[in-house]
């Protein structure tokens, strides 16, 4: 089954076929990239001055990162706006592949867990080691747990879903095929979240096999957003195992 392209309204004024999907192109891709460093340094600088302006929540240690995360993140797909809106005359979620998945939405989220068990089973097989995620450093108060799980489930899938499945894959779909734009979305993916796993192999590893999984929704759907929420509730079982776990009586309840 091959994914469908999004139905996304030409050009005004433009005449003759459609252009081909997609209509960016890897100048675009690596432009988009470089604006990458200036909107965190700006985003983070943002949130430093809002919390030093109006300390509004200053007693949860995850608000202040998490503001910057949402900074950066807004600022960063505001550029990718700009360039699809000014260069291209084209919609930003519709050029992303943002619609509603023809397998409707449930099949996604409930596609979640069973890839979180899943990935948690190999973890077990492969003697994963234990990490202390630094998410983990923050959860000293009933806010910032909250804050962090809010986060988790919605802001962090949509970002990376955005930027892997729905800018990135398509361009690797048009030039080397679907199975590899899956793989080829897949490693940058995994490669981000290295540091916070201290690249541990095993970590690594199984978040290159989610990543395969979120991709290939992504293929079959023809939808950013039914990878999406495959993403959020797989960030949600893991979020939820851990609030269950051991380490949940030390948490601020």
């Given at each position: ?109 409930l596609a979640g867990p069973l890839v979180a068990f899943s990935i948690a089973f190999l973890g077990l097989t492969i003697r994963t080691p234990e990490n202390i995620l630094p998410f983990e450093n923050y959860m000293h108060d009933r806010v910032s747990v909250v804050l962090i799980g809010l986060f988790a489930v919605t802001l962090g899938p949509l970002s990376e879903e955005l ?91």
């Open positions: 089954m091959n994914c469908p392209e999004p139905d996304i309204p030409e050009p005004r004024g433009q005449a003759g076929p459609p252009a081909a999907y997609p209509f960016w192109t890897y100048q675009d891709l690596l432009l988009i990239l470089l604006l990458l460093a200036p909107c965190l340094l700006t985003g983070i600088l943002l949130a430093e001055l809002a919390f030093w302006a109006v300390p509004l929540f200053a007693h949860a240690k995850a608000a202040k990162p998490l503001a910057a995360q949402f900074l950066v993140a807004g600022m960063w797909f505001g550029c990718i706006f700009l360039l699809l809106k000014t260069k291209y005359d084209r919609p930003f979620w519709r050029s992303l592949a943002w619609f509603k998945p023809p397998w409707g939405f449930w099949s996604s989220v930027a892997f499945r729905g800018l990135l894959f398509p361009l690797l779909a048009r030039s080397f095929g679907a199975p590899a734009a899956i793989l080829g979305a897949a490693v940058p993916f995994a490669l981000l979240h290295g540091p916070q796993y201290s690249w541990s192999w095993q970590h690594i590893l199984l978040v290159l096999l989610a990543g395969l999984a979120f991709g290939w929704m992504r293929h079959r759907t023809g939808s950013t957003m039914a990878s999406a929420f495959m993403h959020g509730a797989y960030n949600l079982t893991f979020y939820s195992t851990f609030l269950l776990e051991e380490r949940f009586t030390r948490l601020p309840w």
